[in-house]
């Protein structure tokens, strides 16, 4: 046998195999599953969801870039899109408008504007 073919047969079988991997396969795939499901029930048209799943892969890549843990890059990423969904559903019920990232970023930015003086009026 060429050893090429008894490097490949000779190794251990991998960790998706054994109960242990198997375990973490199913847990990165139920938050995965709980992200399509709140795409599915926050999102209406087929651009919002097409930009849903887009933010869901950025940010899942993004973590997994910086930590190398895949259920934990899952469990990050859902919890950034959890956040931001309630806090736009919360602003949408207290002033009937969704947040948008700048304002999440800074939400005083809509209260620094001039007020105008009264010496104008007379």
């Known amino acids: 046998m060429p050893p090429s073919i008894a490097f490949l047969t000779g190794r251990r079988a991998p960790d998706a ?22 795409m599915l029930w926050s999102e209406i ?6 930009v849903f799943v887009l933010t869901w ?6 973590w997994l870039a910086m930590l190398r843990r895949p259920a934990v890059a899952a469990a990050l990423s859902l919890v950034l899109i959890v956040t931001v969904i ?21 939400p005083a930015s809509g209260r620094l504007r ?5 010496a104008a009026h007379q």
């Open 57 to 62: 892969g950025v940010l899942n890549f993004f």
């Open 114 to 118: 001039r007020r105008p003086s009264f």
């Open 45 to 50: 048209g087929l651009v919002p969801k097409l």
């Open 17 to 38: 195999v054994r109960p242990v991997g198997t375990l973490r396969i199913i847990l990165i795939a139920a938050m995965h599953a709980a992200a399509l499901a709140l």
């Open 86 to 106: 309630l806090l736009s559903r919360l602003k949408y019920d207290i002033i009937l408008m969704t947040a948008n990232i700048p304002e999440i970023k800074s």
